[in-house]
């Protein structure tokens, strides 16, 4: 048996660790729909206190609203529970192509392809597009998604100072003869709350030949006049390269991503 008394000892001790460090990590458990007030069971076997949640991204309250889960009751009954397939197997529904057509119309882009998650986009979108004669700049705290998803690239990887321009400018002059240039950022980033510079970043992209990827998670639904996120705020809609954004957040709280942008590259 590969996994020894000894084996078993080290991981034992590596959680202690983490414990010791205070970075150890126990779930709560919710016993009620998620939403601004909660019923949750913490430490396991505990009673239930009801508690106010002020740490999930249910930011307009969708993911238990009645109108959407009579949504996702009337797709049960319509189309089954799942696919059991790869989309490009047989994993491709109708509702799946409709979706992707209203996103594209929302978020004011020229296609878009359904993930997962968002999670599974960044991870799955540099690999696709660019090889080890372009080069990624990305911001110092885009999401740790985007970061994962980059290393999986043979690109050239560079970053930024966050939401630096002068800093963006040098690096978009030091890379001038690559390939590809591709820009990264977060639009909202979700540790600090801050807003891109998109329209300073757009120019830049555009003055220097590079494209420019932006994650919309932490905006989608509820940034910008009507919604459709920092790149309406910041008067850029249709100039963005690539979005990846969730589902899991402002636009119900269910699983699911999407890349979406230029019909070449989606």
């Known amino acids: 048996m590969a996994f020894s008394a000894k084996v078993r000892e080290s991981y034992r001790a590596q959680i202690k660790g983490i414990q010791d460090a205070g970075l150890f990590k126990q779930e709560r458990?919710?016993?009620?729909?998620?939403?601004?007030?909660?019923?949750?069971?913490?430490?396991?076997g505990s009673p239930l206190k009801k508690v106010i949640n002020m740490c999930a991204n249910n930011y307009l309250g969708l993911s238990s609203h009645p109108e959407v889960v009579k949504a996702a009751h009337e797709g049960l009954e319509s189309r089954g529970y799942g696919m059991s397939s790869v989309r490009f197997i047989c994993g491709t529904q109708d509702i799946h192509r409709e979706l992707e057509k209203r996103l594209t119309e929302f978020l004011g882009t020229e296609d878009t392809l359904l993930f997962p998650s968002c999670m599974d986009a960044n991870a799955g979108v540099f690999e696709a597009i660019l090889t080890k004669d372009d080069v990624i700049i990305s911001d110092r705290l885009v999401h740790a998604s985007l970061i994962d998803g980059i290393r999986l690239c043979s690109a050239m990887q560079d970053s930024i100072k966050h939401s630096d321009m002068a800093h963006l400018e040098e690096k978009l002059q030091l890379h001038k003869d690559r390939r590809f240039k591709l820009v990264v950022s977060d639009g909202v980033f979700s540790m600090d709350g801050d807003t891109a510079k998109l329209d300073e970043m757009v120019a830049l992209c555009e003055k220097y030949d590079a494209m420019l990827l932006?994650?919309?998670?932490?905006?989608?639904g509820f940034i910008g006049k009507t919604g459709r996120g920092t790149h309406e705020k910041c008067g850029v809609v249709g100039k963005i390269d690539i979005i990846t954004t969730t589902f899991g957040k402002a636009l119900g709280g269910a699983s699911g991503g999407c890349v979406s942008g230029r019909r070449e590259l989606v």
């Open 29 to 44: 458990f919710i016993h009620s729909p998620q939403a601004a007030d909660i019923e949750v069971e913490f430490p396991a």
């Open 214 to 220: 932006v994650d919309e998670s932490h905006s989608s």
